[in-house]
């Protein structure tokens, strides 16, 4: 698609609510037009590469796109600062916002988007490594309900410790493969009351000194999902903690936690929420898996890599 089919879809088109873009060689002129549709709501602007942060002044000329609320700006590494603020200018009322592979990211971009931009409400930054607390910091003015970021070495407890304070609605929160996320942010975020989903994957400084704390706190019990893929410090401890306090949990994953072994996966036995389990990589044996044999709503299970089950554990 380039800008002359736009052209065309923007005069036989004007009621449309959503508009994916994705992976075209749309430019400047085709965001202009954009500023005739009044009632656009969902924009993805994905991996588009040939317009500026000049063209994004159109979103809010003329009737522009106003009503927008959702924007996926992923890998639109030409967008600075000033294009962030463009946005901000005609697009306030924005709630999801998706800007992943963005390697040129910065707190900068997010805080000229949030000075307007208050009632984001989702925020997926996933590959954006220069991204810091600062962030947070800046998304505190927003009352956020979902946090997903992945692959980040400069967020730190501190943003936790922001969500714990500034986002009391938090759902789902993910941040994987963030480096310096340690217990003590997972205790931060512990009273918190409506966390359904966890993923700290590849988190590899949480402990059982973090988890255990969590799910003793105010969401444990309302907990759905739960990821520590890779948290190689996490033990039977924090296994057997969660069998006991998490009765709403229908995901675990546990991949590579290779501390965990029968003792902690026996007790995951007495879940009758869990439908999904990855021990992948773990030291659970035979005898681990036969009290999950006994458990009759798993439909999906997930044992590659545990050098200790044999063809009897998998009979039974």
Known sequence: IQDESMRLISEGCRSLLCLNLSYTDITNGTLRLLSSFPNLQYLSLAHCRKFTD???????SGKGCHKLIYLDLSGCIQISVDGFRNIANGCSGIQDLLINKMPTLTDRCIQALVEKCQQIM???FLDSPHLSDTTFKALAECKLV?????????ITDLSFKLMSKCCPYIRNI?????????????KM?????????????DCIRISDGGVRPFVQGSSGAKLRELNLTNCICVTDASVTEIAERCHELTYLNLRHCENVT???IEALGNMSSLISIDLSGTSISDMGLRALGHHGKIKELSISECKNISDTGIQV
């Open 174 to 186: 993910h941040m994987a493969d963030c480096q310096k996320i340690t217990d003590a942010g997972l």
């Open 54 to 60: 000049k063209g994004l002044l159109y979103l809010g």
């Open 146 to 154: 979902k946090v997903s970021i992945a692959g980040n070495n400069q």
């Open 122 to 124: 989702s925020v997926v």
């Open 189 to 201: 975020i512990s009273p918190l009351k409506h966390i359904l989903v966890l993923n700290v994957a």
């Open 262 to 264: 029968d003792a902690g």
